[in-house]
């Protein structure tokens, strides 16, 4: 069954659109992951034009980080201070990733800019995750090699204009963070990404926050960031296909449940090691696809239109 998408200007098969979103939406409940940096690219090869694939890609990264954030309110495992001030930084890079994103529209180099920018970070994200992957694993299996410290003090701890986040038991300088977040907004509107995979870590390793607020303050953050983000490419670019993000987010919600039931039967060092295979795999297709030769090399298209 065919449906036209409006605003991407192609037509889809309705079952194709839903297994993307179930896909991915059973990467995120297997994995623990947002999905939109592997849903975006999903959709290029799908035939969606970047452009609409990153602006409507966020939508699902909003969907599925709502109830996640409101479930770590309950648990009380969310650090609103410095979740407002990576909210802060992320506004701002949002607005600074939609300038970029409108520029390279207008000089028609927006399609190869998200693609090139999805090749170095998914291969630069997937070859760090692969590589701490098989290191946990190794110390899986021997647990003599498995004490470590996981954070220390930096430079990062003698920065000025220090705030206390209670909630993480921090005593920082808020530069840190507000760039953390800034970087993270410039993803999202770039690449139609939610920007956990480098938040996270982020979180963990640069800012020094216990692993217990970390998931739940990087979902506060992220809900609010491609939310405006969606919003502000609505706004300027009109790229935002609300038919294609209905089918992502019905495929999604049904694709965790299935996700999150197949998670509990793997270990968790084999599961990362799937999905840094599987981010590698995407990023040598989009490789794949700007270095071949396509089958018709000139197109035609309407100036000013992505």
């Known amino acids: 069954m065919q449906v036209y998408l409006p605003i991407a200007e192609t037509s889809v098969n309705a079952f194709t659109l839903l297994g993307v979103g179930g896909g991915v939406g059973m990467l995120s409940g297997m994995f623990g992951v947002g999905g939109g940096f592997l849903i975006t690219p999903l959709l290029f090869f799908i035939g969606v ?100 410290k996981l954070h220390q003090h930096t430079w990062v701890h003698n920065l000025p204009f220090k705030m206390k986040f209670r909630t993480s038991g921090l005593y920082i300088s808020i530069f840190p963070p507000l760039l953390v977040g800034m970087g993270v907004g410039i993803l999202a509107a770039i690449m139609g990404v939610g920007g956990g995979f480098i938040l996270v870590p982020a979180m963990i390793y640069l800012l020094g926050m216990p692993t217990k607020v970390v998931i739940g303050t990087s979902l506060f953050q992220v809900t609010f960031v491609a939310a405006f983000t969606t919003m502000m490419h609505a706004v300027t670019n009109q790229s935002v296909d609300v038919m294609l993000a209905a089918f992502l987010i019905i495929g999604g919600v049904v694709g965790a449940q299935i996700g999150t039931r197949v998670g509990l039967k793997l270990r968790a060092e084999q599961l990362r090691i799937l999905l840094s295979l599987l981010v590698l795999a995407v990023c040598g297709k989009i490789a794949f696809d700007l270095l071949w030769t396509p089958s018709e090399i000139y197109s035609v298209t309407v100036p000013g239109r992505f």
């Open 49 to 148: 034009p970047p452009a609409v694939a990153v602006a409507t890609g966020v939508n699902q990264v909003v969907a599925s980080s709502i109830s996640g954030v409101l479930a770590h309110l309950k648990r009380k495992t969310v650090d609103l201070q410095m979740g407002s001030v990576l909210l802060i930084g992320g506004l701002v890079g949002s607005l600074i990733g939609i300038w970029f994103f409108n520029l390279m529209s207008a000089l028609g180099q927006i399609d190869l800019i998200v693609q090139l920018s999805y090749v170095i970070f998914l291969g630069i994200i997937g070859g760090l995750m692969l590589q701490e992957s098989l290191r946990a694993l190794r110390r899986a299996n021997n647990p003599a090699a498995n004490k470590r």
